[in-house]
């Protein structure tokens, strides 16, 4: 259901369609429809004017699917302002009703976060259980999660969701407490679920602390070699993965839906220079991400934030490439590392038609690719080879005794060698080799 706000600087999309429910849909595929609908304000900088109304009801299709979705309706409509009690209006609330009981539709989906008393409201109507735009994007990044670490940061974001909604969520949440003493229906079973939430929160908090201790030592250790780490960021979808495990012979787990990738992966590659590097493939970010997720990926997103550069990756192919953008560079600040070196790579250039691929230009703060393809991916490589400051290689002549043969294999594993002579029992060499192996060769440097 499409919805535009004219009044209070808001304009915006509202869509529906219809899904399978939350933790349900990664097993099932049941009939659903689905209220959606998305909203910015007119002067903020998250705007863009290539995001149309389309764009967002695509975008909330993409999450179905990956909530494994079976949609089953769509509704669009035109409103001044928002409805305070239900967002939308009521004839609208009224015929989403119907075509949900037609179908049998198990949830309704809005693609904006609803207020607890808005969801309540809407479900009174509708007699079908109510998933804003939040919830779908927690459902999903709890069946992705793989390790316990994303399962315990999926969990604290879900509880601190779970908290202010606990009230009027029908009968599960209006028992009778037994007893002398009891305050009425519900009132005591809310405050023993509120306990055993916020004990859980504190719990899974603690967990996660444990968490980035360990992350901080591992961090430690690999601070103390000479390697920078270089970090891919960018809108969800945009073949982050793909691009990792082209860069660095890995098979992580790379998907067309939305999320596939939620628990950070580190591996390392060679650059052109014979310098180390490690990549570090990182969950994707989304418009409107849910500060909660921000919060409890905090431990995960510190990759970014201590990464020597930053490769934000894009969708060349995508229409709506420029508004991602602005979305990354919104979670960049917030994680406040919008200020680390940065290379953009457009991805997916194999998707262009072809006389618009010949036509793009490399520059040096951009780079085109074709990650599934293999193409753009040694200039990528030089990009980032130049960029980095640790470790930086010198070019130098070297006089080594011959039979100083482990030198040589190092040298000759961790440099470019340009030219090679044997003198007297020497190996003369012209090479560039990073600074750290240098230190370990310097009584043979030739000033």
């Not at 699917?65 to 949609?71: C, D, L, Q, R």
């Not at 009230?167 to 002398?180: D, H, K, P, T, Y």
């Not at 030219?419 to 029992?425: A, L």
Request: a positive charge; aromatic letters at 4%; proline letters at 4%.
């Amino acid at each position: 259901m499409g919805v535009e706000f004219r009044t209070r600087g808001r304009s915006g999309k509202n869509s529906a369609a219809g899904i399978t429910p939350g933790a349900q849909a990664a097993r099932d595929h049941a009939t659903n429809v689905a209220a959606s609908s998305s909203f910015l304000p007119v002067d903020s900088p998250d705007v863009s004017s290539d995001f149309t109304s389309e764009d967002s009801l695509d975008e909330l299709r993409a999450l179905a699917t990956s909530a494994g979705a079976e949609i089953v309706g769509e509704f669009t409509q035109r409103k001044d302002r928002p409805d305070p009690a239900t967002l939308i209006g009521k004839g609208k609330l009224e015929e989403i009703a119907g075509a949900s009981a037609s179908v049998s539709a198990d949830v309704v989906l809005f693609d904006h976060d609803l207020s607890p008393s808005q969801q309540r409201n809407i479900e009174r109507v509708v007699h079908t259980r109510v998933i804003d735009r939040t919830q779908l994007i927690l459902d999903i990044f709890a069946r992705h999660a793989r390790t316990r670490e994303g399962q315990l940061q999926v969990e604290l974001a879900q509880l601190e969701y779970l908290l202010p909604r606990l009230a009027g969520r029908g009968v599960e949440m209006s028992q009778l407490g037994g007893g002398i003493g009891t305050r009425g229906p519900g009132e005591t079973q809310l405050e023993t679920d509120r306990r055993k939430i916020y004990r859980r929160v504190r719990h899974v908090k603690q967990q996660i602390e444990n968490v980035r201790r360990i992350r901080a030592q591992q961090r430690q250790r690999r601070e103390s070699v000479p390697v920078a780490t270089v970090a891919l960021v960018g809108y969800t979808n945009a073949g982050k993965s793909t691009l990792f495990n082209a860069l660095t012979q890995s098979n992580v787990v790379a998907s067309s839906r939305m999320f596939a990738t939620l628990d950070p992966t580190i591996r390392a590659a060679d650059l052109p220079s014979k310098r180390k590097v490690l990549f570090s493939d990182t969950v994707g970010f989304i418009r409107h991400l849910p500060h909660t997720l921000v919060s409890a990926f905090r431990a995960t997103l510190e990759e970014v934030q201590r990464a020597a550069l930053i490769i934000q990756v894009s969708d060349a192919s995508s229409p709506i490439s420029g508004e991602q953008d602005v979305q990354v560079e919104s979670v960049l600040k917030e994680l406040e590392a919008d200020k680390t070196p940065r290379l953009r790579v457009m991805n997916k250039i194999d998707l262009l038609p072809p006389r618009q691929r010949e036509s793009l230009r490399d520059s040096d703060a951009t780079v085109h690719v074709s990650a599934s393809k293999g193409i753009g991916l040694s200039t990528l490589l030089d990009r980032v080879d130049a960029l980095l400051e640790a470790d930086r290689p010198r070019r130098v002549r070297l006089r080594v005794p011959q039979n100083q043969g482990k030198l040589l294999a190092q040298l000759e594993a961790g440099a470019r060698i340009y030219s090679r002579q044997y003198q007297d029992g020497l190996v003369v060499l012209e090479a560039e080799a990073p600074a750290s192996l240098l230190r370990r060769l310097r009584e043979w440097v030739v000033e």
